[in-house]
């Protein structure tokens, strides 16, 4: 145990500058809580939760917890730090990515408060509660929102919530026509979203729905859901055919999609 303290303090310097969720060394093992324990992976410490479970395997699990491992109780704790060895490229990998993870949700997350900030067609919109104005206007790049002094967070987020909802009907109406042309076909019919995992959905009927939320990116990405759903009144796959069709509306697609696909899928905007 002595020995493990050592190699703690002897790694505190380099463990503070990885940019992981590993670990700040506990003082002494007695204060760690009640199934903390410490690896050494590499030239990593890593802190992990052990819990004994009825399951026959060793099971990793990585969250905003860190490492949590899960292991039979018949298994020894030998066998669980051999197994973190076998698994230690993967295991700082995935701590490294979900430490990147929350630090993009972190500063996506919308706190609704006077001077707060969002984005809105891709640029940034300071909130701006005004007792004295009326409605919600959308005034350079203030938002003003009509409501007193001491209007809970959840008034401010409703009012900028209705705003936005109008705004993206607004936003699609105008661009959605402009690819059904190119497609040379409309949908049966179109609606918004409020979707928590889905920017857009195609119906097997020819209808489509767009997630209201897509007005808080740059008119590239709300062009790219509307080609790609589009894209599906002529297949409903996405089969090779499908994405020569996306490309035929919208040849510049590659950047927006890739926009989407890294934006954090427990995380909606608003």
């Not at 060895?85 to 990147?100: G, T």
């Not at 969002?118 to 206007?137: I, Q, W, Y």
């Not at 409501?147 to 936005?164: G, I, S």
Request: some cysteine; glycine content about 6%.
């Amino acid at each position: 145990m002595k020995r493990l303290r050592e190699l703690v303090r002897a790694a505190g310097d380099a463990a503070l500058q990885l940019t992981l969720p590993l670990f700040e060394p506990p003082p002494a093992p007695p204060e760690r809580p009640a199934g903390r324990r410490v690896a050494r992976l590499g030239e990593h410490f890593v802190e992990y939760t052990l819990q004994r479970t009825r399951r026959r395997t060793i099971g990793f699990v990585i969250d905003d917890a860190g490492l949590r491992v899960t292991a039979p109780r018949w298994v020894t704790l030998a066998e669980i730090d051999a197994a973190l060895q076998e698994k230690r490229s993967w295991i700082l990998r995935k701590l490294a990515e979900w430490r990147e993870h929350s630090h993009r949700r972190e500063r996506l997350t919308i706190r609704w408060g006077h001077g707060e900030r969002f984005t809105f067609l891709g640029r940034e919109v300071t909130m701006h509660v005004s007792p004295g104005a009326r409605g919600v206007e959308l005034n350079e790049q203030r938002l003003v929102v009509g409501l007193p002094p001491n209007a809970a967070p959840e008034q401010l987020r409703d009012a900028v919530h209705a705003w936005l909802q109008a705004r993206a009907r607004e936003v699609f109406a105008q661009r959605l026509p402009l690819y059904a042309r190119r497609l040379g076909r409309e949908p049966r019919r179109w609606g918004l979203s409020s979707a928590r995992t889905r920017w857009g959905s195609c119906g097997p009927d020819g209808s489509i729905r767009l997630n209201w939320r897509l007005v808080h990116f740059p008119l590239d990405v709300v062009d790219y859901v509307i080609a790609h759903e589009l894209a599906h009144l002529e297949h409903l796959d996405h089969s090779p055919r499908f994405w020569a069709t996306v490309q035929a509306l919208l040849p510049e697609f590659e950047p927006a999609r890739r926009r989407l696909r890294d934006f954090p899928d427990d995380l909606t905007l608003s």
